[in-house]
């Protein structure tokens, strides 16, 4: 249904999204999790075809959104961390007149109003001002917004910020409700606040995705696995070649290349720093650098997963 390829996003020199590619399905309702400045809203507003990637490719239900925006836009919506609604205007009024910026016929907001009303409880609040409600409600008409002209693909920048938590509840029962018929991806740099709720989760880090499944498989894999930096004088297919048959070596991911020597980050299922060591040595392959970095993510993924302050 959606699917990203090399997304990157530079700001100046400063680099927001880096190389991120992922594949969602019909249906599926993901969870975007990262500390703030991890490239959250920068990659959403990226997929809402609000803001021009640097480099990279996105396909919405086979559709390329660079060439043909305004197709792609037409099947979703984007809600951002702060929705734009008019205070002044009372909350009907105001999704009629939203469905018929969204395009929608007269005869098509009558008839859609009660079953997204109900679906977002705001029924009873149709009459009153926007600027009148709770911070909760607000946010179920800005939902009930974005819903109307029934977007497939549903981009939800940190739904449950500044919500209680029995609102933040309910927000996860009516996220949880759009499933199968919507596809959905929320943001969040808490994971208890889309626990439960998402069907896979993307872990974003300094704007690169470290990390993809259910939210079980991350956490064993983040508290786990045993992850090494590590930078050799040689070529990759040498470096490939003296790792092959090291059954520890569960993946080798390249990152970055310095001074003609390639740099990688290895996963293990042991500790067998000292062998690869010996190893890389004895095939003449000078080891520059080598550093443990699994503590790193675990602290992340467990500061992701606690409602602990961090530093923006
Ligand atoms: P998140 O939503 O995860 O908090 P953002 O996408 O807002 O992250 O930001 C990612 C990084 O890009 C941050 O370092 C932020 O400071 C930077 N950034 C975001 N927007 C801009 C902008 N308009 N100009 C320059 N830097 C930006």
Not at 80 to 95: A, C, F, I, W
Not at 102 to 109: F, T
């Given at each position: 249904?959606?699917?990203?390829?090399?997304?990157?996003?530079?700001?100046?020199?400063?680099?927001?999204?880096?190389?991120?590619?992922?594949?969602?399905?019909q249906?599926?309702?993901?969870?975007?999790?990262?500390?703030?400045?991890?490239g959250?809203?920068?990659?959403?507003?990226?997929?809402?075809?609000?803001?021009?990637?640097?480099?990279?490719?996105?396909?919405?239900?086979?559709?390329d959104?660079?060439?043909?925006?305004?197709?792609?836009?037409?099947?979703?919506?984007?809600?951002?961390?702060?929705?734009?609604?008019?205070?002044?205007?009372?909350?009907?009024?105001y999704?009629?007149?939203?469905?018929?910026?969204?395009?929608?016929?007269?005869?098509?907001?009558r008839?859609?109003?009660?079953?997204?009303?109900?679906?977002?409880?705001?029924?009873?609040?149709?009459?009153e001002?926007?600027?009148?409600?709770?911070f909760?409600?607000?946010?179920?008409?800005?939902?009930?917004?974005?819903?109307?002209?029934?977007?497939?693909?549903?981009?939800?920048?940190?739904?449950?910020?500044?919500?209680?938590?029995?609102?933040?509840?309910?927000?996860?029962?009516?996220?949880?409700s759009?499933?199968?018929?919507?596809t959905?991806?929320?943001s969040?740099?808490?994971?208890?606040?889309?626990?439960?709720?998402?069907?896979?989760?993307?872990?974003i880090?300094?704007?690169?995705?470290?990390?993809?499944?259910?939210?079980?498989?991350l956490?064993?894999?983040?508290t786990?696995?045993?992850?090494?930096?590590?930078?050799?004088?040689?070529t990759?297919?040498?470096?490939?070649?003296?790792?092959?048959?090291?059954?520890?070596?569960?993946?080798?991911?390249?990152?970055?290349?310095?001074d003609?020597?390639?740099?990688?980050?290895?996963?293990?299922?042991?500790?067998?720093?000292?062998?690869?060591?010996?190893?890389?040595?004895?095939?003449g392959?000078?080891?520059?650098?080598?550093?443990?970095?699994?503590?790193?993510?675990?602290?992340?993924?467990?500061?992701?997963?606690?409602?602990?302050?961090?530093?923006?």
């Amino acid at each position: 249904m959606l699917e990203v390829e090399g997304l990157t996003k530079y700001y100046g020199h400063k680099r927001a999204v880096n190389q991120v590619s992922f594949r969602i399905e019909q249906g599926e309702i993901i969870g975007l999790l990262g500390l703030n400045g991890s490239g959250k809203t920068t990659l959403l507003r990226i997929l809402a075809g609000n803001l021009l990637p640097t480099a990279g490719r996105v396909t919405v239900g086979g559709v390329d959104l660079l060439q043909d925006p305004h197709e792609v836009k037409k099947n979703l919506s984007f809600l951002p961390e702060t929705p734009p609604l008019y205070g002044d205007m009372k909350v009907r009024p105001y999704l009629r007149f939203v469905g018929r910026l969204k395009g929608m016929d007269r005869a098509s907001v009558r008839d859609r109003l009660p079953a997204i009303e109900e679906q977002t409880a705001i029924a009873h609040v149709g009459d009153e001002i926007i600027g009148h409600l709770s911070f909760g409600y607000r946010q179920r008409v800005a939902i009930a917004m974005a819903l109307l002209h029934e977007p497939q693909l549903l981009l939800l920048d940190e739904p449950a910020s500044g919500l209680d938590p029995v609102q933040i509840v309910e927000m996860r029962q009516l996220i949880r409700s759009l499933r199968g018929n919507h596809t959905v991806i929320l943001s969040s740099h808490l994971l208890p606040e889309i626990s439960q709720i998402c069907d896979r989760i993307l872990m974003i880090q300094d704007g690169r995705i470290i990390g993809e499944g259910p939210e079980e498989e991350l956490a064993q894999r983040f508290t786990r696995k045993i992850r090494v930096r590590m930078q050799v004088r040689g070529t990759r297919a040498e470096i490939e070649e003296c790792l092959r048959d090291v059954p520890e070596v569960e993946e080798i991911e390249w990152v970055r290349e310095e001074d003609g020597c390639p740099g990688f980050v290895l996963g293990l299922s042991e500790d067998v720093r000292e062998s690869i060591s010996l190893k890389l040595s004895s095939r003449g392959l000078g080891l520059l650098e080598m550093a443990r970095t699994d503590l790193d993510l675990e602290n992340t993924f467990l500061r992701l997963m606690l409602k602990e302050e961090e530093p923006s």
